[in-house]
């Protein structure tokens, strides 16, 4: 299975974007990652298979929403309010098979090439 981010781009502070995830195959929790430039990556948000349990890390609570389509396969994170520390490449990830979800890149499978996202001050 590939995944295949997109959406990525400038925008002001406060403004927003959304973010796509699309799988070539079946996947199940599906979630995203970031990374700014000169830190490390960082847990953002991930969504089980039924969408039924959702975690955000708390920076981005109340102002991310991640949803899914498990008939398009495709993840997506819904992001306003944006900030200048939300500047970061985003990469999406998801499980290979059903096992608890985690805020620990290495649990997961399959990783995107990620999109850049950058916000303007």
């Not at 000169?38 to 349990?53: L, N, P």
């Not at 949803?67 to 309010?81: E, F, I, P, V």
């Not at 939300?86 to 805020?103: E, F, G, I, N």
């Amino acid at each position: 299975v590939q995944l295949q981010a997109s959406g990525g781009g400038l925008v002001q502070a406060g403004g927003s974007l959304r973010l796509s995830c699309a799988a070539s195959g079946r996947t199940y929790g599906m979630g995203w990652f970031r990374q700014a430039p000169g830190k490390e990556r960082e847990f953002v948000s991930v969504i089980s298979w039924s969408g039924g349990t959702i975690w955000y890390e708390e920076p981005v609570q109340g102002r991310f929403t991640i949803s899914r389509d498990n008939a398009k396969n495709t993840a997506y994170l819904q992001m306003t309010s944006l900030k200048p520390e939300d500047t970061a490449v985003y990469y999406c990830v998801a499980h290979q098979r059903l096992k608890p979800l985690s805020k620990e890149g290495t649990s997961y499978d399959y990783w995107g090439q990620g999109t850049l996202v950058t916000v303007s001050s």
